[in-house]
């Protein structure tokens, strides 16, 4: 590949620069999709788009058997390809993550969306709280599971039954949760359920596996599987963020050769970091915000945050389970299932107070009642959706 460079910040980062020089220069070579994307290009190594690769996706899949999709949470799904090679990859580094960061498995129970026959140890993530709390204690007398896999959201809900029914939990020894960002109120929730519960979380893509996982040593990081991938976090100029500052998540699969992710841009937000743990030697990410379509913008097209307001609208009276959609800047959407204490005057006045608190006194708020706010095809819900390109 000698007409393209490596970004200038691998130069620190000898086995990523490696790794990303063997890969990339194979497939300029040797993989259609990458024959066509870096013909007659010069200068630094592109950025990989999923825009580009929707438009290609049968050339990036090269004639290889298709493995896997994404789950088209912001739009058609992404397929993919992995070897038997890369498939192994992927299930060793879970074992020795399960085992080395862990301490090893645990009996368990999932709760999560199933796609196909359901086994003995998973729960439909669609199945009503109480079923799942009732599950959750068959599967401790039959079969001893005192683990628990789910997704953030179900993680809260399932947390706050059983705190207000009273339920006693304390057989539940592992709580991980993953394919969410894990807000602080949720993990917080999750621990006064289930006090005596380690909490762990992971951050994966369904093209690419684990990319981190939470510090066994110091909870605030998660150490990136570097040996498998190189992450990058970049800002609007494709520069790299310092630390602790929010940016766009760029990924290099080292070992997919059936449909390599060459600096791929995952459409996550997340900030780098240097864990202090001094234990696991591996780059770090302090936070992980989750994909850029549930990020907000204020007036001048900003990329907001939206933990602070999720936040204010959980203490809104009469507030249930809610939903903001951004239609466009300065105008919102607030879909909320009312609690017993819905007040309607009152209700809207201190929603919309919070709302031109962050974003300006123009700011318009079209209030949606819902019986139910549903989960996406994927099993995830979204609390925040923003609809601005």
């Known amino acids: ?4 460079l490596l970004p200038a910040h691998f130069r620190s980062k000898p086995y990523a620069a490696r790794q990303l020089t063997q890969i990339a220069d194979w497939a300029a070579s040797s993989h259609p999709f990458y024959q066509q994307k870096y013909h ?4 630094t190594l592109p950025l990989l788009k999923r825009a580009e690769i929707l438009a290609n996706n049968d050339l990036l899949l090269a004639g290889n058997p298709e493995t896997g999709r994404t789950s088209g949470s912001t739009g058609i799904p992404v397929r993919f390809s992995w070897s038997q090679q890369r498939q192994q990859i992927s299930q060793q580094e879970n074992v020795l993550y399960i085992k080395k960061w862990l301490g090893g498995a645990l009996p368990r129970t999932k709760i999560v969306r199933v796609k196909g026959a359901i086994d003995e140890e998973t729960v439909d993530i669609g199945t009503p709280v109480g079923q799942q709390i009732h599950a959750l204690q068959q599967r401790h007398r039959d079969a001893g599971a005192v683990s628990i896999i789910t997704y953030p959201t179900n993680a809260a809900e399932l947390a706050q039954q059983v705190i207000d029914e009273q339920i006693n939990m304390d ?13 602080p109120w949720q993990e917080q929730l999750v621990a006064t359920a289930f006090p005596n519960a380690q909490i762990y979380t992971t951050y994966s893509a ?11 040593h110091e909870p605030d990081y998660h150490h990136i599987f570097a040996r498998k991938l190189a992450v990058e976090i970049l800002d609007e100029k494709d520069q790299p963020c310092p630390p602790g500052e929010l940016g766009r998540v760029i990924v290099t ?7 390599p992710f060459i600096r791929y841009d995952i ?20 936070h992980i915000a989750g994909k850029v379509r549930g990020l907000l913008r204020d007036a001048n097209g900003n990329r907001v945050m939206f933990s602070h307001l999720d936040a204010a609208l959980r203490d809104v009276p009469g507030m249930g389970q809610f939903q903001v959609i951004q239609h466009a800047l300065q105008q919102f959407e607030l879909r909320f299932v009312a609690a017993a204490s819905y007040h309607q005057p009152s209700f809207e006045s201190a929603a ?3 709302f031109v608190a962050q974003f300006g006194h123009d700011v318009m708020v079209n ?23």
């Open 1 to 4: 590949m000698p007409q393209l």
């Open 40 to 43: 007659n290009l010069t200068g």
């Open 171 to 183: 057989f539940i020894k592992r709580f991980s949760c993953y394919a969410e960002a894990f807000e």
């Open 206 to 216: 369904t093209e690419l596996g684990m990319i981190a996982a939470r510090c066994p």
């Open 253 to 259: 699969d080292f070992f997919n050769y059936n449909s």
């Open 267 to 286: 459409g996550d937000m997340a900030a780098a970091a240097n864990c202090p743990c001094g234990i696991i030697k591996l780059p770090a990410l302090s």
């Open 352 to 354: 919309r107070a919070l």
């Open 367 to 389: 209030f949606t009642p819902e019986q139910q706010i549903e989960r996406g095809a994927n099993g995830k819900f979204y609390a925040s959706i923003c609809n601005i390109d």
